[in-house]
């Protein structure tokens, strides 16, 4: 099976023969898998060099002429280095974009901590009017970025990661996914995590949703599954910095007692570099571990039933 970033230059190389909108703007990453595209489209496939501020400007600009830049390269390159030009060049000019990573958290451990990204999800929650897809398959991963691209004028993150499920779901961007039903609470697996989601609560009688895209925030469909269920008690489980839902699904459920354990990479920083495997497996997000975490927030007592809480760990 290709891997996401196979099928997203495979993608985004046909959709500049179909589409005289579009543009893509890198920053030497993937350079070579555009090789092709740009020689066919020298005028809309442009290389600025390892200047990622200069990458998502160039968006910008791009962006204001009438055009819909695909804009790529490492997560930690693409949304935390040029951080102030996604907030300048597109937030405030109000100009779209689509930015596609790769690498993830943890996909290019051996690079050390400048090519891990686990908080990237959580600083763009900080700007407004972002698109957040995370896709859990490479074919998710196409259909995603098929939807950004023929978006007029909206911001769009898409990102992409080396660990996926092993079959695909249909994607509804904005909402979530019922795989199945329970009554004694709801997880919210995310993307690349879901398979180790649902090995973890094999036998637990839980709902399991599905989200390929997380901003927004299907509050309906949580609340929905949540009124479905004997106790109010919701596992988020994200590939990203753990805590980065929390907000949206307690707003969610904000007039209503329940308890929420944000499940995802810890603020710590792991200092031997490993593999990706080795970084889920130390961040408690592999089937066993979250199994074990799952099954004690279930089954706890810590919290009388009725009360609010946050189990954000």
Avoid at 277 to 296: C, F, K, M
Wanted: hydrophobic content about 45%.
């Amino acid at each position: 099976m290709d891997t996401m970033r196979d099928r997203f230059t495979a993608v985004a190389s046909r959709l500049l023969d179909e589409d005289p909108r579009l543009a893509v703007v890198l920053a030497v990453i993937s350079g070579e898998r555009f090789a092709d595209a740009a020689r066919d489209h020298p005028d809309r496939v442009i290389d600025v060099g390892i200047r990622e501020q200069l990458l998502v400007s160039v968006a910008g600009g791009l962006a204001l002429t009438g055009l819909r830049p695909i804009v790529h390269t490492f997560a930690g390159f693409l949304v935390e280095r040029p951080f102030e030009q996604i907030k300048l060049d597109l937030g405030h000019q109000d100009t779209g974009a689509v930015l596609v990573s790769s690498g993830a958290s943890y996909d290019i451990a051996a690079g050390g901590r400048t090519h891990q990204a686990p908080g990237d999800v959580a600083l763009l929650d900080t700007l407004d009017g972002w698109t957040v897809h995370v896709p859990g398959h490479p074919d998710e991963a196409e259909a995603l970025l098929r939807h950004a691209a023929a978006d007029d004028d909206h911001r769009v993150y898409v990102r992409l990661s080396e660990q996926c499920n092993r079959t695909a779901h249909l994607v509804s961007p904005g909402r979530f996914q019922v795989l199945r039903e329970g009554r004694a609470g709801v997880v919210v697996a995310v993307g690349p995590l879901l398979d180790a989601a649902l090995a973890a609560v094999a036998d637990m009688d839980v709902t399991v949703l599905y989200a390929s895209t997380v901003r927004p925030f299907d509050a309906a469909g949580l609340r929905a599954a949540v009124e479905g269920t004997d106790a109010a008690d919701v596992v988020l489980v994200e590939p990203y910095l753990a805590g980065a839902s929390a907000p949206f699904a307690a707003e969610a459920l904000v007039d209503l007692p329940h308890r929420v354990l944000a499940l995802g990479t810890a603020r710590q920083e792991l200092r031997r570099y490993g593999t990706w495997q080795e970084h889920v497996a130390a961040h408690g997000l592999d089937a066993p571990a979250l199994r074990a975490r799952i099954g004690a927030f279930l089954t706890s007592s810590l919290h009388p039933a009725g009360a609010v809480g946050s189990g954000v760990r």
